[in-house]
């Protein structure tokens, strides 16, 4: 399989460390948010290699089901509230600017959580790709562009590069994979993310460094 719980492990096991560094240059608790991402989409990594595992017939059923929902729960409630959230906080200049992006990523969370709870869990491999239904329905398309708008609108709307290079390589990911395994698009794009997360960390590290450098003293007045 071109994606396969040993995939899963190998992105896994290489942005946990940096999530974990991440977080070792926070400098204000509301960078923590932020700085969690990586953590998160690393973690979130190795927790669909248990998916895969059960899919390989490796870990029983039960395990298998509860690592699936641990998933999309992070995937689809979890992430279209959290990083327009996380932008906000660390923004300087265009908090106003992100802030619409939080609202429609509270949102997308509830009609989350509302399909998750009257619709439950599906989990299927198509061409070689996990596949998470949760009963959107028709309004399918809809969830999935208004939780686009979210997350990737919200790191677009910031004034740090590393940010807006962020949101770009996901919208660049989102399209090709839209483009070409669209039944496996939450699957696969939280793996472009987990990668592409690694300019959270040069956001961070960037930050630090200006926190961290001496200021000059002010003048004293005659």
């Known amino acids: 399989m071109c994606f396969s ?17 991440a977080l070792r ?14 953590l998160l989409l690393g973690a ?8 895969w595992a ?15 929902w641990v998933w999309v729960v992070l995937a689809l409630p979890v992430l279209p509230l959290l990083v327009p959230v996380a932008v906000w906080l660390v923004e300087d200049r265009h908090r106003q600017r992100v802030l619409p992006f939080v609202v429609l990523g509270a949102g997308v ?18 061409d070689d790709a996990l596949v998470y239904d949760v009963g959107l329905g028709p309004s399918d398309w809809l969830s999935t562009a208004l939780y686009v708008v979210a ?36 699957s696969l794009w939280c793996l472009c993310a987990a990668v592409s997360s690694v300019l959270v960390l040069v ?17 004293v007045a005659a």
């Open 203 to 219: 956001h961070l590290v960037h930050r630090a460094r200006e926190h961290d450098a001496p200021h000059p003293r002010e003048p």
């Open 25 to 38: 240059h926070v400098r204000h608790p509301r960078e923590v948010p932020l700085a969690s991402l990586p």
């Open 109 to 126: 969370t509830v009609a989350m959580v509302h399909a998750l709870l009257v619709n439950g869990l599906e989990v299927g491999v198509l």
């Open 151 to 186: 997350v990737v609108g919200s790191c677009l709307a910031a004034s740090s590069w590393t940010l807006r290079a962020f949101g770009l390589i996901n919208l660049l990911g989102l399209t090709l994979v839209a483009l070409t395994y669209a039944d496996s698009l939450a």
């Open 5 to 21: 719980v040993e995939a899963d492990l190998v992105a896994g096991a290489a942005i946990v460390p940096l999530g974990v560094l």
């Open 54 to 68: 059960g899919v390989d017939g490796h870990v029983s059923a039960d395990v298998a089901r509860a690592a699936a």
């Open 44 to 51: 979130h990594q190795l927790v669909e290699a248990l998916v």
